[in-house]
């Protein structure tokens, strides 16, 4: 069965740095999800993606993130300057055109800001 | 707004034991409806979801779930808990319209005692 996959499943970086979180959604996927867990809490939307552009982003997603799909396959998260709170369990989604309401989660990438 | 409550942030049960993990959403209209499980440090798992139609579905693990209109419920059950079934539980509530989002509860957490 096809599956969504991400990319490190673990990331440790120094605040400041630049993070760039990967994602393969599954093949005929064309919307395209993030949220974000902070731990012991509950998952949070940051972000929608479709058709190479954002389709809704929650205020979390503020300006120091961004998303792209650099090429047919991979759908980033860029974290620009990270911050101690950007530490979380990032999760990848993504849906079908035509049954969006079913959206299929990643396994997820745990970044952790020192 | 859009909100998913789910009252009880932990549940202790003894294996073979019944269950019943309660969530309560608002919504404008009857929105899609999801319970995911996720282990310590895991990604999201889901367990069953609904759409429409028979107000009881059935998931995997031997889980169940009714949507209630009238009470804005989709409490799930499960009726002798394995020990295996300790982890924490999300409800969700899937937009039916727009990026279709999900907006997840805040989780509640299941321990099974032996």
């Known amino acids: 069965e096809p599956e969504v996959t991400q990319t490190p499943s673990h990331q440790v970086t120094q605040m400041g740095q630049e993070v760039i979180l990967r994602c393969v959604p599954i093949s005929n996927h064309l919307y395209f999800y993030w949220y974000r867990q902070i731990l012991g809490q509950k998952v949070e939307f940051l972000v929608s993606f479709y058709n190479n552009e954002i389709s809704e982003k929650s205020e979390i997603f503020d300006d120091q993130f961004s998303v792209e799909r650099p090429d047919g396959s991979n759908f980033t998260l860029k974290i620009r300057s990270t911050k101690l709170e950007d530490s979380a369990m990032y999760f990848c989604a993504s849906s079908e055109i035509q049954r969006r309401q079913t959206q299929y989660f990643g396994p997820g990438t745990r970044l952790l800001v020192l | 707004a859009q909100s998913v409550t789910q009252p009880d942030i932990h549940i202790t049960v003894s294996e073979g034991a019944s269950l019943e993990l309660r969530c309560n959403y608002s919504?404008?209209?009857?929105?899609?409806l999801f319970w995911y499980v996720q282990s310590p440090g895991q990604g999201l798992q889901l367990l069953l979801k609904?759409?429409?139609?028979?107000?009881l579905v059935q998931g995997i693990k031997g889980f169940e779930a009714e949507f209630k209109r009238s009470q804005s419920s989709f409490n799930l059950r499960k009726p002798s808990v394995h020990w295996s079934d300790a982890a924490e539980y999300f409800c969700?509530?899937?937009?039916?319209?727009?990026?279709?989002?999900?907006?997840f509860g805040t989780g509640t957490r299941l321990k099974v005692l032996a």
């Open positions: 919504y404008g209209a009857t929105p899609y």
């Open positions: 609904y759409f429409s139609g028979d107000t």
């Open positions: 969700a509530v899937g937009a039916t319209s727009g990026t279709y989002k999900y907006i």
